[in-house]
């Protein structure tokens, strides 16, 4: 079946520290990857996707690769603010079924 | 552009009770979506409108939860009677069609005593 596995939180980084949230997911096929970002009391947003293997989203200063070989979506960041936190959502898209299937989310805090 | 926006944003209610969640999405977009979303749980998708169309409501429980959306705009969803398991954050998306980027509301958090 289709599934995103994320690394579990919550994650507690000071300002300026490198982030990596890591994502794996099982599909068949070709799926879309994309990380969301859920800020308390809002909804989901979408924070950066990649459509095919090696693509690279980017996004305020966030980045993720789409590895096939590893099935992995693992996001990153060089140098985190408070105002990055928040919930991230890894997820997949297949265009067969058009359904969205997420992870679990990752708390992420970031203190000054 | 206005994005989704869902109401009420709260809702405490008696098990048994009826409840019912409004959703405007995005102006000319055609798919809609309604998600649960768990406490520390990703969404779950319920129900997907292709216009007025309930194209997959598969993961609706059916016994007790319904959908609407008449005239392929404002959407509904409704549960009756509630029971203490359904206490979640119920999300409405939509998208321009099912293959474009899909846009949240803030959702409607529900809580049964």
């Known amino acids: ?112 | 552009e206005a994005g989704v926006v869902q109401s009420p944003r709260y809702k405490i209610i008696e098990k048994k009770q009826p409840v019912a969640f409004w959703c405007n999405p995005i102006s000319g977009h055609n798919t809609l979506y309604w998600y649960l979303q768990n406490l520390g749980q990703g969404p779950e998708l319920l129900i997907r409108y292709e216009n007025e169309e309930a194209v997959d409501d598969s993961q609706l429980p059916k016994d007790r939860f319904s959908a609407e959306r008449l005239k392929g705009v404002d959407s509904t969803l409704k549960i009756q009677p509630a029971e203490l398991g359904d206490s979640a954050v119920y999300l409405c998306a939509s998208s321009l069609t099912q293959a474009h980027e899909q846009f949240f509301g803030p959702g409607t958090r529900l809580t049964v005593l």
């Open chain 1, 1 to 112: 079946g289709n599934s995103v596995t994320q690394m579990e939180g919550p994650v507690t980084l000071s300002e300026e520290a490198f982030l990596t949230i890591n994502c794996t997911y099982t599909a068949t096929g070709y799926p879309s990857l994309f990380w969301y970002v859920q800020y308390p009391g809002e909804g989901l947003q979408l924070l950066l996707k990649a459509t095919k293997a090696d693509d690279k989203g980017s996004n305020k200063g966030f980045e993720a690769t789409y590895r096939k070989e590893t099935t992995s979506f693992h996001l990153e960041k060089g140098s985190v603010q408070v105002s990055d936190s928040a919930v991230y959502f890894c997820a997949l898209f297949r265009n067969t079924g058009n359904q969205f299937y997420f992870g679990t989310g990752t708390s992420l805090t970031v203190i000054p």
